[in-house]
C-alpha cells in the first residue's frame, strides 16, 4: 500500500541530524557559567549576559533552548534551574559534574562520532590511531580520571554498599581511574585496604583523590596494563569498572581468568557495566554504548548480561548476579567457588 509521504512527519529525522547541537547547547551552558549564575540569583537574559560575558540575545537564545532540553525553566522572563541542573551543574554544588565535558565532549570522541563514524561502520572498529581509546598508556584516562569522577559517585555508593561495611577486607580496583570506586569503600569501611591498578599517569590522579578522601594509608598501587602485571592474590573483592566493554570475549576471559586467580575462595568479582537486554535495543540508554564502543575500540561492545555470565563462567566463576542500578549501568557480581 503506497503512503502519502504528506502523511508523515519527518521531524524525526530532523532532531537526529541535529542532536549534535544539543551537545553544543549544554555544552556552552557549563562553560558560562549559566547555572552557576541562576543560582546566584541572576535571572533575566539581561543579568545573565553581564555575569556570563555574552550578549544579551545570545544568552536569551541559549538559555530559551536549555529549557526546551528540560536543564532550566521560565516564567515572566525568568529562568531558574531545573532540579538536575541545580545539584549537578551548578559549580557551587558537591555534586557538580560540569567537567565531564572535558572527557565526553573532547575533539578526539566529537571526531570520531561525527566525521569518521561512517569508516568505523564498515571497518567494523575505530578510526582512531592503533587500537583506540585501549592502546597503551593513552593520555584519555587521564583526561577520565580528572573528569569523570562525579558521574560515577551514584555507582561508587552503590558498589560500596555491596561489600561489608566493617572487618578486614583487600580490594583490588582493576582501571581503577579516578579512583572512587575503591575510595569510597575505603571510606565506608576503615578496615579495607585497596590496591588500585591502572597506567601511572592515571594513578597519580587516584592517589590524589584518596588523600583527598583521608585513606591514603590503607591505598596502593599498581601501575602497568591489566593484562600484564602481576595482581597478587588474596583478594577478597576485585572491582571491574567500565572495563569489559573496551575488549571481545577471549581477551575479556583471558583476563577475567586473571582476576579470578587473585580471589580467596568465595571472593566476588564486582563489575560495572552498561548492561542492554537481550534484544540489544532496549533499555536505550545502556544498549545504545555500543556505538561509543564501535567508534573508540577495536573489539568493544555493551554486553547483555549472559553474555557476560558466559564470559564470567569460562573464566572460572560460579555464577553471576546481575542489579539494575538508577542510572544506565548494572552491578553484575560474580563468585568464586568456595
Known sequence: MLV?????NPGIIFRALNAFRQTGILKTGIDLGVFTAIADGATTAADLGLRCGASERGIRILCDNLTIAGFLTKSEGKYANSEEAAIFL??????????????????????EMISNFTDAVRKG?????????????NPVWVTFARTMAPMMMPAAHAIAEQVPAAGP?????????????????????ADAEIVALDWAAVLEVAKENAVKAG????????????????????YDVVLITNFIH???????????????AALKPGGRAITLEFVPNEDRVSPAGAASFSVIMLSGTEH??????????????????????????PTDQSIVISTKAV
Not at 4 to 8: F, G, K
Not at 130 to 136: A, I, K, L
Not at 169 to 189: E, S
Request: aromatic share 10%.
Open 215 to 234: 585513606v591514603e594509608s590503607r591505598y596502593s598501587t599498581i601501575a602497568g596494563s591489566a593484562f600484564d602485571v602481576d595482581y597478587g592474590e588474596g
Open 90 to 111: 551548578n559549580s557551587h554544588s558537591p555534586a557538580y559534574m560540569g567537567g565531564v565535558t572535558g572527557f565526553l565532549c573532547s575533539p578526539e570522541m566529537v571526531t
Open 300 to 325: 568493544g561492545d555493551a554486553y547483555t548480561f549472559s553474555e557476560l555470565d558466559s564470559m564470567f563462567r569460562n573464566a572460572g566463576f560460579a555464577g553471576s548476579s546481575c542489579h539494575l542500578l
Open 125 to 137: 572498529g575505530t578510526m582512531m590511531a592503533g587500537e583506540g581509546t585501549v592502546s597503551d598508556a
Open 169 to 189: 577486607m583487600k580490594v583490588l580496583d582493576i582501571a581503577a581511574g579516578h579512583g572512587m570506586f575503591g575510595v569510597t569503600i575505603a571510606q565506608r569501611n
Open 4 to 8: 502519502n509521504p504528506m502523511s508523515l
Open 246 to 260: 573496551h575488549f571481545d570475549p577471549p581477551t575479556n576471559e583471558a583476563f577475567l581468568r586473571k582476576a579470578h
